[in-house]
């Protein structure tokens, strides 16, 4: 976190999202508090920066008590920084999360705040698009309703935005007919939206209610909504009819202007009564839940991020007499979902950079059924219930296609859940601990037969290691993982003389390592996750226990996160897992070049970075299958799918839609490089339940866990302390 950014002294980070960070910061000159946003560095030299610096500076130009103020657009060297006012309170979309609907005093009070926001907005020449609950907060400390995100803004005349020709953007719910059909928008475009967001409040439903997205923008453009004569006439007549004629589908029959619809609605705030209302019985909608350490939202700054650097719900789509069909050259938007603060950042860094490599090698040929690939970036901060919220958004909120995500195994089973929910797809490429068939998830990273227990043979039979002493995190990985190894070893007749567990981001490891001496091990099995790995090498050097006296396998983490490590105090170390970027290959080498002339600073590329890299490229095949997006057709679309990657061939098994990879095992040398001494003849077939236990006795196991953790997949972190099995 930088501690100054163009003279604002920055406090904290208070939200990032998949294209920028907002901080707090104060602003020492006069004295008060502010919102910093920025772009993410890796963005600055991308499109996504002229989008925030044209239409940064077009909300700067607003100056009204409804509309969130912009202090400052300024550069700090090479980065964009927008300083906006400090908003406390909470946007009208928790609101209705909470109420459903609104009474209609302070519906009519809102939506003519909104109004007059507008119409300053529309006085300036801007039409702001995207008109819905969540781009409206009520400020707290005011009791102003302040108009949020101008991300979509653009003038009434000429074309100030990156939005392509033929193309519309907008919130489904809340679009204009003509946003859908690609017709020219005004004023009186918003103005249809402020009437959907007006009956929105005063009914607890939208004016269309369908299942699916397609079927609600084909009524918009050709059905009036259908229950609209019905809710206005349950309202005074002068708020029906404002009602009726904000939501007319010709923008001719629609109020001139928002000034006109602010005046009317203040006349009809001074008369409204207590007039009963009859509403439907649906009325409530789940409360939604704030990450805990964002309990103070900084309204404005987090939500104009959005639809500037990409975070807000939006959708893109040109006209279109097929809805069905996806149509060319629409941007397929494509969820990237991992850690980019927390105990997993330098385990998911990698695999981030190479699915925004992969997606601009496809977006250059030409991309996927001829529409470029559109990242939505998402941050898991390390944390399982954390990953299942972002996943959510992406779904339902960002409309992507499918998630690419997750390093930790505690992350992809909730992810995964909400993927099943919702009938989606996310795609891991971690290495994992097996027991899992489920259709919601391909599988690219290895099974247990392709890491753990090539890993338990290659130490017991050629290197004839006999006492293995287990150390792991104290989560479903670990746990899982060295179940598995202990049938193995026993297998093999080898010895377990200790099994030891810490918390994630756990660094209590004295005792352990003091109890792997006592058992006179000589190898040790490390499943430790995330930065805890620095930690153990610690403890494990201060005692003595290098490498020559006793190895460690590291089957947590791969090369990337290990050279974070002194490398050449843990020559002889292990790692297994099916790539390494010492790998021979043409191909390999071309990839490494790729990534390294993009990403400078990644000296090291590890099996997990890899893996993403190829399973851009498998779903773009399944895509191209299907001949569609949609993820229940390309999950299908996935079996079988093959293809020749950095590692060599990775191909989808299509019953268990696992990759058959290649088994391989490095040492590291004193060059620091990890010099492959075993790699499998030919891919191996996954097997992700291991056959020396019944299916049913694993998930018996898995449940165990489950239930232990109070309905998590991993245990409470208690940093610094430690853990029996």
Excluded at 123 to 135: C, E, F, M, Q, T
Excluded at 234 to 255: I, K, V, W
Excluded at 586 to 603: G, H, S, V
Excluded at 680 to 700: G, L, M, N, T
Aim: proline fraction near 7%; glycine fraction near 8%.
């Amino acid at each position: 976190m930088p501690q100054n950014l163009g003279g604002f002294r920055i406090v904290r980070e208070l939200g990032r999202g998949g294209m920028g960070i907002v901080y707090e910061a104060e602003d020492t000159a006069l004295n008060r508090r502010v919102a910093i946003k920025t772009l993410l560095p890796e963005l600055i030299e991308t499109p996504f920066r002229q989008r925030f610096d044209g239409e940064a500076r077009a909300a700067a130009a607003l100056r009204h008590e409804n509309i969130v103020t912009i202090h400052q657009v300024g550069q700090d060297g090479d980065t964009p920084f927008l300083v906006m006012e400090f908003l406390e309170g909470e946007s009208l979309d928790d609101i209705l999360a909470r109420h459903s609907w609104l009474p209609p005093g302070d519906s009519v009070r809102i939506a003519r705040e909104v109004a007059e926001g507008l119409a300053a907005a529309h006085a300036k020449g801007l039409v702001h698009r995207d008109i819905k609950p969540g781009n409206v907060w009520l400020d707290a400390t005011t009791s102003h309703v302040k108009l949020l995100d101008f991300g979509l803004a653009r003038t009434a005349i000429g074309t100030g935005t990156l939005t392509k020709p033929g193309t519309v953007a907008g919130t489904p719910g809340y679009m204009a007919p003509e946003q859908i059909y690609g017709g020219p928008l005004d004023a009186r475009t918003d103005l249809y939206a402020l009437g959907c967001l007006l009956y929105r409040m005063l009914w607890g439903l939208l004016p269309y209610e369908k299942p699916d997205t397609n079927a609600m923008l084909d009524a918009v453009v050709n059905q009036d909504a259908p229950n609209l004569d019905a809710v206005a006439a349950q309202f005074p007549p002068p708020l029906g009819e404002l009602l009726r004629s904000l939501l007319a589908r010709n923008p001719d029959d629609r109020p001139a202007s928002a000034k006109e619809v602010a005046e009317r609605l203040r006349t009809i705030e001074g008369t409204l009564g207590g007039q009963p209302v009859t509403r439907p019985a649906v009325q409530t909608i789940a409360p939604k839940t704030k990450p805990s350490n964002l309990g103070l939202w900084i309204g404005g700054a987090v939500i104009l991020l959005a639809a500037i650097v990409g975070i807000s719900s939006q959708l893109e789509r040109p006209k279109t007499d097929v809805p069905d069909e996806d149509p060319t050259g629409v941007p397929i938007r494509v969820g990237v979902l991992h850690s980019q603060s927390g105990t997993f950042t330098d385990s998911e860094r990698g695999m981030i950079e190479a699915l925004a490599l992969a997606a601009d090698d496809i977006n250059e040929a030409g991309g996927v059924l001829g529409r470029p690939i559109e990242l939505v970036y998402a941050d898991g901060h390390s944390d399982e219930f954390e990953f299942a919220r972002q996943a959510e958004r992406l779904i339902v909120e960002e409309k992507v296609e499918v998630i690419f995500g997750c390093w930790s195994s505690s992350s992809r089973k909730q992810v995964g859940e909400v993927c099943a929910k919702h009938n989606h797809l996310l795609v891991y490429s971690s290495v994992y601990e097996g027991l899992e068939d489920a259709p919601f998830v391909i599988h690219v990273g290895g099974a247990p037969n392709q890491h753990l227990q090539p890993a338990a043979k290659y130490a017991y039979a050629v290197l004839h290691k006999k006492r293995f002493f287990l150390v792991g995190s104290d989560y479903v990985y670990s746990r899982v993982a060295n179940q598995i190894l202990r049938d193995e070893l026993q297998t093999l007749q080898a010895e377990v003389v200790g099994e030891e567990y810490v918390p994630l981001q756990g660094t209590r490891f004295g005792p352990i390592v003091d109890k792997i001496k006592a058992a006179k091990a000589d190898v040790i099995f490390n499943t430790v996750d995330g930065t805890s790995n620095s930690a153990l090498f610690h403890s494990l050097w201060d005692a003595g226990l290098t490498s020559i006296e006793v190895p460690t396998f590291w089957l947590s983490i791969g090369e990337e996160e290990m050279g974070s490590l002194p490398l050449n105090e843990i020559v002889g170390d292990y790692v297994s897992t099916p790539y390494f970027q010492t790998i021979n290959s043409p191909a390999n080498e071309a990839f490494l070049k790729r990534l390294r002339d993009r990403y400078p600073a990644r000296p090291r590329v590890s099996d997990a970075t890899e893996a993403s890299y190829c399973g851009v490229y498998l779903w773009k095949q399944a895509v191209e299958k299907a001949k569609k997006t949609d993820p229940v057709s390309v999950r299908e679309a996935f079996r079988g799918q093959s293809f020749e990657g950095p590692e060599g061939r990775i191909t989808i098994d299509p019953q268990n839609l696992h990759a058959w990879r290649m088994a391989r095992i490095a040492r590291l040398t004193n060059e620091k490089k990890f010099k492959i001494e075993y790699a499998s003849p030919e891919p191996v077939a996954p097997i992700p339940f291991p056959q020396s236990r019944k299916r049913e006795q694993w998930e018996d196991f898995l449940q165990s866990l489950h239930e232990k953790w109070g309905e998590r997949w991993e245990a409470p972190r208690t940093p610094g302390g430690g853990g029996k099995p």
